[in-house]
Antibody, heavy 122, light 102 residues
Framework: EVQLVESGGDLVKPGGSLRLSCAASGFTFNNAWMSWVRQAPGKGLEWIGRIKSKSDAGTTDYAAPVKGRFTISRDDSKNTLYLQMNSLKTEDTAVYYC?????????????WGQGTLVTVSS | DIQMTQSPSSLSASVGDRVTITCRAS??????LNWYQQKPGKAPKLLIYAASSLQSGVPSRFSGSGSGTNFTLTITSLQPEDFATYYCQEKVFGQGTKVEMK
């Protein structure tokens, strides 16, 4: 059974940094593409970015609102995905989901974690 | 970036109704479109990928169609468990359509 468990969500001040983790199990993580998606309270879904498998060059792609501030990485030895968030803004407040991502032209998100809440506030 | 616009933003329907949700892309995206269902307090669930392919385990009352810039999600006979919010997605998500009980 595929399991994705996010952690690291917290209250952080504007301008601060935070790193989220996603522990994966039940599938071959090192061969998987992975994405992060967020959802602000009471709002819709927003795709943040994806990372390909190392066998597919491990390249990353980001949405415009987070490009240059957020970095997605992976540790295949730990079956763990990361989201490093810097220069946080109040509008980054959201539940952050880790997802598996099919190897396709567009993010196709078939398994989701339960999410972790990030609150950016002074 | 390509923008995705869903209509309607919300709708009221009864069990057994046929429901149609439309998604329009700001430029042609061929068949690169997915649909998701989200229930309150839960993570979204992939329903349809590549515009018309049913994800494994999803009931056959759900179907998707379209290409280019115009896409449709249809629920042929709405069931109680289908009251939820639905999102289309290319890379960017649409704003969502909330299906509520009439």
């Amino acid at each position: 059974e595929v399991q994705l468990v996010e952690s690291g969500g917290d209250l952080v001040k504007p301008g601060g940094s935070l790193r989220l983790s996603c522990a994966a199990s039940g599938f071959t993580f090192n061969n998987a593409w992975m994405s992060w998606v967020r959802q602000a309270p009471g709002k819709g879904l927003e795709w943040i970015g994806r990372i390909k498998s190392k066998s597919d060059a491990g390249t990353t792609d980001y949405a415009a609102p987070v490009k240059g501030r957020f970095t997605i990485s992976r540790d295949d030895s730990k079956n763990t995905l990361y989201l490093q968030m810097n220069s946080l803004k109040t509008e980054d407040t959201a539940v952050y989901y880790c997802t598996t991502d099919r190897k396709w032209l567009i993010p196709t998100l078939d398994y989701w974690g339960q999410g972790t809440l990030v609150t950016v506030s002074s | 970036d390509i923008q995705m616009t869903q209509s309607p933003s919300s709708l009221s329907a009864s069990v057994g109704d046929r429901v149609t949700i439309t998604c329009r892309a700001s430029q042609t995206i061929s068949g690169y479109l997915n649909w998701y269902q989200q229930k309150p307090g839960k993570a979204p669930k992939l329903l349809i990928y590549a515009a018309s392919s049913l994800q494994s385990g999803v009931p056959s009352r759900f179907s998707g169609s379209g290409s280019g810039t115009n896409f449709t999600l249809t629920i042929t006979s709405l069931q109680p468990e289908d009251f939820a919010t639905y999102y289309c997605q290319e890379k960017v998500f649409g704003q969502g359509t909330k299906v509520e009980m009439k």
